[in-house]
């Protein structure tokens, strides 16, 4: 099965830039998507397609991947950003979808 | 406006049967995917696997096959997760997600609010 890392926890003060990786066996060749969730909610989608970010979600938020990592970077942290963040591709050799296992970020 | 609405929350023993639902409105139901997802208390997301509900073709994740049962109904635009034998290890939140567009790899934008399912004797 196709695993993705990710580190648990980061921590970023406000308005710095978070980055939150996400480890796969050349993920740089597949789709990442990333989410969001908060305590209580269900996960909202951030980035989906590496790179792209749906309608509501800032300009803050970016992805990137290359190799063996994706990485989520939010730039001008603010506390309404600290949240749970999941990292998911779709592994075309099982024909399944996969969740890294989470990063909590905290804004100091 | 798409989205889902999940049923409400669940409190059963060990070894009873339970199946939960997720019904979409607000878009055509027949050409999306619906996904489950489980959050075991404090936990990450977990992929369970994926059901299309025109033809209902099912894809699970090894690690639920043959532990649940994804199935959907599209006359009444409702999926639904299935349990024959619960456990306690089944204590979770499960979320129905739709995909933001209609292949079955695409980012799911789409949340159901999530059903709580607690199993304990």
């Known amino acids: 099965s196709y695993v993705l890392t990710q580190p648990p926890s980061v921590s970023v003060a406000p308005g710095k830039t978070a980055t939150i990786t996400c480890g796969g066996d050349n993920i740089g060749t597949k789709s990442v998507h990333w989410y969001q969730q908060k305590p209580g909610q269900a996960p909202v989608m951030v980035i989906y397609?590496?790179?792209d970010r749906p309608s509501g979600i800032p300009e803050r938020f970016s992805g990137s991947h290359s190799g063996n990592t994706a990485t989520l970077t939010i730039s001008r942290v603010d506390a309404g950003d600290e949240a749970d963040y999941y990292c998911q591709v779709w592994h075309t050799g099982s024909d399944l979808g996969v969740f890294g296992g989470g990063t909590k970020l905290t804004v100091l | 406006e798409a989205q889902l609405v999940q049923s409400g929350a669940e409190v059963k023993k060990p070894g009873e049967s339970l199946r939960i639902s997720c019904e979409g409105s607000?878009?055509?139901?027949?050409?999306?995917?619906i996904g489950w997802v489980r959050q075991r208390p404090g936990k990450g997301l977990e992929w369970m696997g994926l059901?299309?509900?025109?033809?209902?073709?099912?894809k699970y994740s090894p690690s639920f096959q043959g532990q649940v049962i994804i199935s959907a109904d599209k006359s009444i635009r409702t999926a639904y997760l299935q349990w024959n034998n619960l456990k306690a290890s089944d204590t979770a939140m499960y979320y129905c997600?739709?995909?933001?567009?209609?292949?079955?790899?695409?980012?799911?934008?789409?949340w159901g609010q999530g059903t709580m399912v607690t199993v304990s004797s």
């Open positions: 997600a739709r995909p933001y567009f209609v292949a079955r790899h695409d980012a799911f934008n789409i």
């Open positions: 607000g878009y055509s139901f027949t050409n999306f995917w």
């Open positions: 397609y590496d790179n």
């Open positions: 059901i299309h509900p025109g033809d209902s073709d099912t």
